[in-house]
């Protein structure tokens, strides 16, 4: 995929698809360390440790459609291309939690791309699932919680033509702030200069 | 500086979606994007977020949701149209470029894309 924010999406797909009403969706960009982590976490019907097992083998899939499931084998291998990891851990009746690791400035890392793209896609999937994103990056948090977006909506669902327009614009100003650098106050500028 | 967007806005815009009639009568209107793994390789997401913008653009009011993989993965991104009254027409190879003709002609000018049409259920 040409975004690690795909492979997010492809996972969210994954566990929507498992029965979740509760996805957790963690970034962590670590320039100290030099690693990049992703990890979402579910509360879907979880899987068997066959299955587990099987998992990433691009021909074993749950599917009735085709017989192949290439996400996560997809995802493993961006992950080690990188000098990182997959990790899938599961437990049937409970959830799954997957965490791909990348070495942050290897020169095959896909960039982190939308994150508010995928964000909205996963809750087209399912507007009624509670969705939570952290994301730390550049010294900051970035916090979204579908609960708090619920409260003040009430009974008006996330996935209504003006609701889902304020979602990705809402997003999108949460992720300028993440990453923005520029100097706060432009009048301040000229302070800086000896 | 523009207008930042708060979660307060969503008060606001609940009152308008509830006082709004023609919101409250059900859109006849679904659009359905496959959203697999094949799907996303394919540029679906970028086909979904087309699909909104060109909504809003023209002002047409459409349920759009997504899902998985229905097996015809060499045509992702498939997309599906379906009208009250009119049968269920899914599109093939919908990149995001392709987003706008295909709402001017199926949902504007109510006429069907043939080169990229796929499958196409009729309604009961």
């Not at chain 1, 939308?114 to 939570?132: E, F, K, Q, S």
Request: aromatic fraction near 4%.
């Amino acid at each position: 995929m040409r975004e690690l924010s795909l492979h997010l999406l492809d996972v969210l797909e994954n566990a929507l698809r498992a029965g979740a009403t509760h996805v957790a969706v963690k970034i962590d960009e670590d320039a100290a360390r030099n690693l990049l982590t992703m990890s979402v976490r579910d509360n879907g019907r979880g899987m068997d440790r066959d299955t587990l097992g099987r998992l990433g083998d691009p021909f074993y899939t749950t599917r009735t459609e085709r017989e192949v499931g290439l996400g996560i084998a997809l995802l493993r291998a961006a992950a080690e291309r990188c000098n990182g990891t997959l990790q899938v851990a599961s437990r049937v009746g409970e959830g799954t939690e997957v965490t791909a690791t990348f070495q942050r400035d290897h020169i095959d890392r896909a960039p982190l791309g939308d994150v508010p793209g995928t964000i909205l896609a996963a809750l087209l999937a399912d507007p009624r699932v509670d969705l939570t994103l952290c994301h730390r990056a550049n010294g900051r948090e970035l916090h979204f919680d579908t609960r708090e977006l619920r409260a003040e909506l009430g009974d008006v669902p996330l996935d209504q033509p003006r609701v889902r327009a304020w979602i990705a614009a809402y997003l999108k100003q949460c992720y300028t702030e993440l990453y923005d650098d520029t100097p706060e106050e432009e009048g301040h500028a000229e302070t800086l200069v000896d | 500086m523009p207008k930042l967007s708060s979660i307060s806005d969503l008060r606001r815009l609940r009152e308008q979606v509830q006082s709004d009639l023609s919101s409250r009568l059900e859109t006849g209107t679904t659009i359905t994007v496959g959203m697999g793994t094949c799907g996303i390789a394919a540029g679906a997401r970028e086909t979904l977020q087309a699909i909104m913008r060109e909504l809003g653009e023209r002002e047409i009011e459409a349920h759009v949701k997504t899902v998985g993989c229905i097996g015809m993965c060499a045509k992702e991104p498939l997309v599906d149209i379906e009208q009250a009254g009119q049968p269920r027409v899914t599109y093939g190879n919908v990149t995001a470029d392709r987003v706008a003709r295909l709402l001017d002609e199926h949902l504007v000018k109510g006429n069907l894309v043939q080169e990229w049409v796929v499958a196409r259920l009729d309604s009961h």
